[in-house]
RNA sequence: AGGGGUGUCGCCAAGUGGUAAGGCACCGGAUUUUGAUUCCGGCAUCCGUUGGUUCGAAUCCAGCCACCCCUGCCA
């Protein structure tokens, strides 16, 4: 288990740490509050460990709250996999879930206090007509014909639309602010509207439905949170957030903090996008390796140590930023360094025929499963006459500073003898069918005398060998910013190469590993037990979650 | 009649008047039966820009410039 990095100081703490200091708080309390209408994808995780980490780290708390205000996009199917998220990610929420529809009634209360106060309005001007109303950007918007009306009307009217007596779209309350306020989300935001459609977790009780910005700050401050943090797009409402709670008897009223929201290179992170690729069978689901999505790292064989050591690495800021692949990758591979046991696969084969293996006397080695761990244990590595090696690791007309096989040159096996390529056996089209070798029997263990031999490539006996199928993930994206121009479609970015699927080999030693276990394929990469197809002792399913660094490939080029 | 934000190394990001942290990436070099890991070393005379205040400014003031967000009965 890697050990938890020391937090990173940010502009958000800072404010926790003085409010803490000067006893505007005695402890914290934070809230994650996705809508369950779609997964949760590396922003959340962001989000979550941010919120989460806050509580953690300063012994507060820190609630799950969907945000259930929209029935039509909304389903439960969402609603359990992103608890499914939050607690694979490594947290747990105070308490029971919360729904924002848990406070319906509550919320209904309050709107019936702003209409008696002479805030908030029934509006019949159509949804045409109010965007006509609100006026433009550059232009103040008009008062609704209805905005006078009376309180007795105006709490009839509301009792009637939560009764049902108007059709859908007809009627809305509306907080009656300021229609000329330079501030668009002031000019009297509608904070109810008419919709019959069924609600995961009220059914049909209500065919009216609140609006976000009238629920979200009454849903924190019925929750006591201190913090509410939330993404720069959100900036602009929170005027309207102080408005709602400085209008009605509450007894609270929470700070919201908005923060950047995390862009990823070589990756979308919208919900619509993520929906389109899934929709459009672009990938296989929501949980296919290539999504951003946290079902989807999961499933590629991140970890969650990883994904919060990511999250603590890119910090908290206001500043827009689109992080470097680089990180996440180094992160996920920084953890897995530490706790994935170490095997062999080869998922290009070439055969290598071992001309001197003598039966009962050329032998095999015992290999530990991590170099720094020697309690993961070992396994025997065995030989046999035939074996496998990667297609890379030879070449007959090497470049310059090649370390591997080639005709009539030496190469060591890992764990195993130092061979000799002494022939090249090819068919009709010049293909290599196979290669052979001859090895040094006195190099088991120990280095050749009289010559050194800088190269160590990974290999499999043949006789030993599983087969199984390994997926190789590339970017879904061809390039850093697929949506970054709002005129060109990011499906024209694509990968066609972002999976190949090989059938490959791995070591016995792998046979009966269960879904989601992880390993280093030596010089390959990090690998993933598939969570749905893998099936110990009977099909082989790994996945490429990240590659080793490769300093010999960069040099490439 | 517009409003709200942001600009510090290729990418993140500290710093809030005392003379530019850190991470990733990158470039050297050492160790290595993973061209991995690990380990050493290098990497902003400069903080969007122009002026001003000050003994002293990335930090304060003014003006410019660039980029992002806002006209859902979405969140």
């Known amino acids: 288990m890697s050990s938890e990095h020391a937090p990173v100081s940010h502009f958000i703490r800072n404010i926790v740490e003085a409010d803490l200091a000067s006893g505007k708080h005695k402890s914290i309390v934070t809230r994650f509050p996705p809508e369950p209408n779609g997964y949760l994808h590396v922003g959340h995780a962001k989000s979550i460990c941010l919120n989460f980490g806050l509580a953690q780290d300063y012994a507060g708390r820190c609630n799950l709250r969907f945000d259930d205000t929209n029935p039509e996009k909304e389903s439960e199917e969402y609603a359990n996999s992103i608890q499914e998220d939050v607690r694979w990610l490594g947290f747990q929420w105070a308490g029971e879930v919360r729904w924002a529809s848990d406070y319906f009634e509550a919320l209904y209360g309050y709107a019936v ?75 009297d935001p509608v904070i109810y509207r008419i919709r019959r459609a069924h609600h995961i977790r009220t059914g049909d009780a209500w065919c009216i439905y609140p609006m976000y910005d009238y629920t979200h700050c009454i849903s924190d401050a019925l929750e006591g949170i201190t913090h509410s943090l939330c993404t720069l797009e959100f900036e602009d409402h929170r005027p309207l957030y102080d408005w709602v709670l400085d ?22 992170t919208s919900k619509r996008k993520l929906l389109q690729l899934v929709n459009e069978k672009r990938v296989s689901g929501w949980d296919d390796p290539r999504m951003p999505t946290i079902q989807g790292m999961r499933r590629r064989g991140y970890t969650p140590e990883g994904i919060r050591e990511f999250a603590r690495r890119i910090g908290i800021s206001k500043s827009d930023n689109v992080v470097d692949m680089s990180v996440l990758e180094g992160c996920i591979r920084e ?75 030496e190469v060591r096996l890992r764990y195993s003898y130092v061979i000799r ?137």
């Open 335 to 409: 953890d897995l360094e530490t706790r994935a046991p170490r095997v062999m696969a080869v998922i290009q084969p070439v055969k290598v025929v071992l001309s001197n293996f003598e039966p009962g006397v050329t032998s095999s080695r015992e290999a530990g499963f991590h170099p720094n761990h020697p309690e993961f244990g070992s396994r025997e590595v065995p030989i046999s006459r035939e074996i496998w090696i990667e297609a890379d690791d030879f070449a007959e007309n090497p470049p310059p500073g090649w370390q591997r096989l080639v005709p009539g040159g």
């Open 247 to 268: 209008n009605i008897s509450i007894g609270c009223h929470p700070q919201q903090i908005e923060f950047s929201r995390l862009e990823l290179q070589y990756a979308v």
């Open 421 to 557: 390529c002494d022939e090249v056996v090819k068919d009709g089209d010049g293909n290599i069918v196979e290669l052979r070798c001859s090895l040094d029997p006195n190099t088991l263990g120990k280095n050749p005398e009289g010559r050194k031999v800088k190269g160590v490539i990974h290999w499999l006996s043949a006789e030993h060998a599983l087969p199984a199928e390994i997926r190789l993930y590339d970017r879904l994206f061809t390039v850093p910013e697929p949506d970054a121009d709002k005129d060109v479609d990011f499906h024209q970015y694509l990968n066609p190469a972002s999976l190949t699927v090989v059938n490959g080999w791995v070591e016995a030693a792998v046979r009966d590993a269960a879904p989601e276990t992880r390993y280093q394929f030596e010089r390959l990469g990090y690998f993933c037990a598939d969570r749905r197809e893998h099936q110990p002792g009977e099909k082989l399913v790994f996945n490429r979650a990240v590659t080793l660094k490769d300093s010999w490939a960069k040099e490439q080029g």
């Open 113 to 187: 206090e702003l209409i008696e106060k002479g805030l908030a309005y029934v509006c019949e001007l159509t949804p045409e007509e109010t965007r006509e109303y609100r006026g433009s950007l550059n232009a103040p918007g008009r008062n609704s014909p209805y905005r006078e009306r009376g309180v007795a009307e105006n709490r009839d009217l509301f009792a009637r639309m939560r009764a049902g007596e108007f059709p859908d779209g007809s009627r809305v309350l509306r907080a009656k602010i300021d229609m000329a306020s330079p501030n668009i989300n002031l000019r």
